[in-house]
């Protein structure tokens, strides 16, 4: 993290919420990632994402199959 923080109390906080494949975390972990780079080039310190975005959201209707 960098310093600003500690500067002048304040952080860089962005969302982001990829395209997911449902099911497919490995695609899903490749986006995620790709976010993460992005928003750290633009200085971004904390990144919020969807809950169960590495799996995608519509888990329940996989595990009952």
Known sequence: MSNRIHQNGFVTVAAASPALRL???????????????????EGVEIVVLPELCLTGYSCGDLFGQ
């Not at 490995?26 to 993460?36: E, G, K, M, S, V």
């Open 23 to 41: 099911g497919d975390p490995a695609a899903n972990a490749t986006l995620i990632i790709q976010a993460l780079e992005k928003a750290a080039q």
